[in-house]
């Protein structure tokens, strides 16, 4: 193939490329505007039948003492969180202190502590 005509094939498609996809889009636009009805023809009833439309209130009641009234609210939640972690940390302070507190059967001598301690030191891997 010689480089003129390579260069006339090349040019011929980049011409004839894009009116073919614009004749492609304006089929297109006919095919949106038939499936999109304008209310022109007398049996439509596009746009005849409607639901009212409401104003939304997304402030809702925005005044300063609706928000005192939630600022308040929401602190005396906090310090109910805060007592409530405080009692509940008091109390796993207190149950591991009673369990430490505890004398297991198998420690009640200091040679029974020796022997588990070396049994356990061997059944762990060495690291």
């Given at each position: 193939?010689k480089?003129?005509?390579?260069?006339l094939?090349?040019?011929?498609?980049?011409?004839?490329?894009?009116l073919?996809l614009?004749?492609?889009?304006?089929s297109n636009?006919k095919?949106?505007?038939?499936?999109?009805?304008?209310?022109?023809s007398?049996?439509?009833?596009?746009?005849?039948d409607?639901l009212q439309?409401?104003?939304?209130d997304?402030?809702?009641?925005?005044s300063?003492?609706?928000?005192k009234?939630?600022?308040?609210?929401a602190k005396e939640?906090?310090?109910?969180?805060v007592?409530r972690?405080?009692?509940?940390n008091?109390l796993i302070n207190?149950?591991?202190?009673?369990?430490?507190?505890?004398?297991?059967e198998a420690d009640?001598?200091e040679?029974q502590k020796?022997?588990a301690?070396?049994?356990?030191?061997e059944?762990l891997?060495?690291?």
């Amino acid at each position: 193939m010689k480089h003129s005509s390579f260069y006339l094939t090349f040019l011929t498609i980049l011409f004839i490329f894009p009116l073919l996809l614009w004749s492609e889009s304006t089929s297109n636009e006919k095919k949106i505007e038939i499936l999109i009805p304008d209310g022109s023809s007398g049996d439509s009833d596009w746009g005849k039948d409607f639901l009212q439309f409401e104003d939304l209130d997304l402030l809702g009641d925005a005044s300063e003492e609706n928000s005192k009234n939630l600022f308040e609210k929401a602190k005396e939640n906090f310090l109910q969180s805060v007592d409530r972690f405080r009692k509940t940390n008091e109390l796993i302070n207190l149950k591991r202190k009673e369990f430490d507190s505890l004398s297991f059967e198998a420690d009640r001598y200091e040679w029974q502590k020796k022997v588990a301690a070396k049994i356990l030191k061997e059944q762990l891997p060495e690291t």
